[in-house]
């Protein structure tokens, strides 16, 4: 008979399992009750907190761009005991902000202005919707405007209709005069002929509609 046979067995006492059990249940619980004290204290004060402080930095910047919206200062700060940081750098520390958002948009515009059309394109495409009528559709606009210097009219022409879509009367019909001539360019006429009937039918009063006849026969004769 082998050793194991002369062992006897000793039986699983009774309620053991759900004792262990139930201290795995009350660590994953009070783990489960920490973490979500830490998400609290992230949103409430980690959060609020740096969102203040980005608040404060941003307001020279912004200062800066309404002076003159192409100044080096805006984007790169200036150092020293009363210097103030750029857009840029608000942007980097400062994410999951209102301000850090609103530096991309910022940073987008003033990058399309100087040339650079790529870091535009990665600046803006940082920005989140915060469904502003305003600031929302500029973005979109914004990257349209970017793609269409880079000679890429079929991601230019995908923003333009969002920006048009979400734009309101006042803005609209120059999204759509713009995605009108980006199909021009990707040799969809139809598109054309679409985009620039609407600003006739939908916002004739806009300043796009004065001259929108000669668009869409331009645009009407090349359709296949």
Do not use: C
């Not at 660590?27 to 004290?37: K, N, Q, R, S």
């Not at 048009?164 to 759509?176: E, R, V």
């Not at 620039?196 to 939908?202: D, E, G, L, P, V």
């Amino acid at each position: 008979m082998s050793t194991t046979d002369n062992q006897t067995i000793q039986p699983v006492k009774k309620g053991s399992f759900l004792q262990e059990n139930n201290k795995s249940l009350l660590f994953i619980a009070a783990a489960i009750v920490l973490l979500i004290l830490v998400y609290l204290w992230y949103q409430g004060v980690y959060l609020k907190g740096r969102a203040e402080e980005a608040s404060s930095k941003m307001f020279k910047a912004e200062q800066l761009v309404g002076v003159d919206s192409l100044s080096s200062r805006a984007v790169k700060g200036e150092l020293g005991v009363n210097g103030y940081p750029g857009l840029e750098q608000i942007a980097k520390e400062y994410d999951n902000t209102k301000s850090a958002n609103l530096a991309n948009l910022y940073l987008g515009g003033i990058y399309l202005r100087k040339g650079e059309y790529k870091q535009a394109i990665d600046a803006l495409s940082k920005y989140s919707a915060t469904g502003s009528p305003v600031a929302d559709p500029l973005a979109l606009g914004l990257l349209g405007d970017a793609y269409s210097e880079l000679k890429d009219f079929k991601q230019a022409a995908t923003y333009y209709k969002k920006a048009a879509d979400k734009a309101s009367k006042f803005t609209s019909p120059m999204f759509l005069k713009k995605l009108g001539l980006v199909n021009e360019n990707l040799n969809d006429f139809s598109g054309a002929v679409d985009a620039y009937t609407k600003i006739k039918s939908q916002y004739p009063e806009s300043a796009e509609a004065q001259l929108i006849d000669a668009y869409i026969a331009r645009a009407q004769g090349k359709v296949k």
